[in-house]
């Protein structure tokens, strides 16, 4: 068998994976941190190289408090472009060596803090975001069913509900500055 071209492959159909699982959350914009919550108080640093023209993603998670190391590549689909509130994401922990190697692969940077956070009894993992894109400020929160993830309100604390919004996931904000952000969100009114 001779070698055969990406082109020529004939590849499963998206989600068909047993590895992947799905993802379900909401995404807010918040205009600061929720009430109670200080930049002091315990987080992880996350630090995501997106794998340009691909769909991966190399992230380091460290803990401060501890200074342990989690190192994973991600591998992040949409099946309906445009919602994406649902995502099949596949996760491979990984070696330091491995990460290594793996970092050789051009990739585009985005640096936040994440703070878990609770509101009338849910979780959100509040991340905000460092360099580039410094006051940027994100809330999301999980769901196990589609009915959950579709009828959950807005919690109080958020600016607007950007869940389906492409501007507001990583592999699009990675390429913009807070200052891109500020002007796409004044275009939009």
């Known amino acids: 068998m001779g070698v055969v071209s990406p082109a020529d492959m004939k590849l499963a159909a998206p989600g068909g994976s ?5 993802e379900r959350e909401r995404r ?11 930049l ?15 769909r991966l993603r190399l992230r380091k998670v460290r803990d401060p408090r501890t ?5 994973k590549l991600t591998q992040k689909h949409t099946p309906s472009p445009t ?13 330091p060596y ?11 940077e985005l640096r936040k803090n994440r703070y878990p956070f609770e509101d009338e009894g849910r979780l959100y993992s509040v991340d905000v975001f460092l360099g580039p894109l410094r006051g940027l400020v994100l809330a999301e ?15 109080a604390f958020a600016h607007a509900d950007v869940t389906r919004d492409e501007l507001f996931t990583g592999g699009r904000l990675v390429g913009l500055t807070a200052e891109d952000l500020r002007a796409e969100l004044a275009r939009r009114g």
Do not use: C
């Open 141 to 155: 929160t999980d769901f196990e069913t589609d009915e959950e993830t579709d009828s959950f309100p807005a919690p």
């Open 28 to 38: 807010y914009l918040l205009r600061g941190l929720p009430p109670g919550l200080k």
């Open 18 to 22: 047993r590895y992947a699982r799905v």
């Open 98 to 108: 491995e990460y290594e190697v793996l970092s050789v692969f051009e990739g585009n």
């Open 83 to 95: 919602d994406f509130s649902r995502t099949l994401i596949t996760n491979m922990y990984l070696s």
């Open 40 to 54: 002091s108080d315990p987080h992880t640093q996350i630090t995501d190289n997106y794998v340009t023209g691909t």
């Open 67 to 71: 200074n342990e190391w989690t190192l």
